[in-house]
């Protein structure tokens, strides 16, 4: 089925290690996303991409790198990881909703990557 | 900076009924665009339902509809005939009318509701 999709769905790490996290989309969507959801505290954006070969900062970017490979693919990297960093995190991707007409793009999540920091 | 509240952390409904969600926002724009969230146990995001701030007219999906109150900066959604389906995380989210490339939302903190059967 066409969507987003998120790798790996879980993972644990220890305080100072590395690790990224994969999203791909098979929609041809030009927008790339990536938010972290933490209790009481909604959806917070991390980075973002408008276009391939673009990104920028969103709310909360410190402490994180992105990647926008290519049009399909937008990875996430924690490079020295802290337990602050314990959240769930989205990727998205945007384009044209036509179910809701013309003008405003809707986003597409993944199902989410639940990332422990120990 | 734009802010949306959503001050109820949980509601809780009878199947059968209908149930109201509220949320506010901040802006110093004049058109923009608001929506609507579900985030059910599998943690998938699934739009709900969008409202144009230009539109008078509140936007509608089935059993869900809004009631948009621009002058007071509030968005709420209304939920009729619950069905125990309908239990989730509900987000509201705003976004500045489209201007390019970029289409950040800006979320609120979620409202967790409860169907009773």
């Known amino acids: 089925n066409a969507g987003v999709t998120q790798t790996p769905k879980f993972q644990v790490l220890k305080t100072g290690q590395s690790m990224t996290l994969q999203c791909a989309q098979d929609?041809?969507?030009?927008?790339m996303y990536w938010y972290r959801q933490d209790p009481g505290m909604g959806l917070r954006l991390i980075y973002y991409s408008a276009s391939e070969g673009t990104t920028d900062k969103g709310e909360v970017p410190n402490g994180y790198n992105v990647s926008r490979l290519n049009k399909r693919e937008f990875s996430l990297r924690l490079e020295s990881a802290a337990p602050s960093q314990t959240s769930v995190y989205f990727c998205?991707?945007?384009?044209?909703?036509?179910?809701f007409g013309s003008g405003a793009n809707v986003l597409t999540f993944g199902a989410g990557s639940r990332l422990t920091v120990l | 900076a734009q802010t949306v509240t959503q001050s109820q952390p949980e509601m809780s409904v009878q199947e059968a009924e209908t149930v109201t969600l509220s949320c506010t926002y901040d802006?110093?724009?004049?058109?923009?665009?608001l929506f609507w969230y579900k985030q059910p146990p599998s943690r998938q995001m699934i739009l709900v339902i969008r409202q144009e701030a230009y539109k008078q007219q509140n936007a509608t999906e089935n059993r869900f509809s809004v009631n948009f109150q621009k002058a007071a900066k509030s968005f709420s959604l209304k939920i009729s005939d619950s069905q125990l389906g309908d239990a989730a995380m509900y987000f509201c989210?705003?976004?500045?009318?489209?201007?390019?490339?970029?289409?950040?939302?800006?979320f609120g903190k979620g409202i967790t509701l409860s169907v009773r059967p």
């Open positions: 998205a991707s945007s384009e044209r909703d036509s179910r």
């Open positions: 802006t110093s724009e004049s058109d923009y665009y």
């Open positions: 989210a705003y976004r500045r009318t489209y201007t390019g490339a970029n289409s950040k939302l800006t």
């Open positions: 929609m041809n969507h030009n927008s």
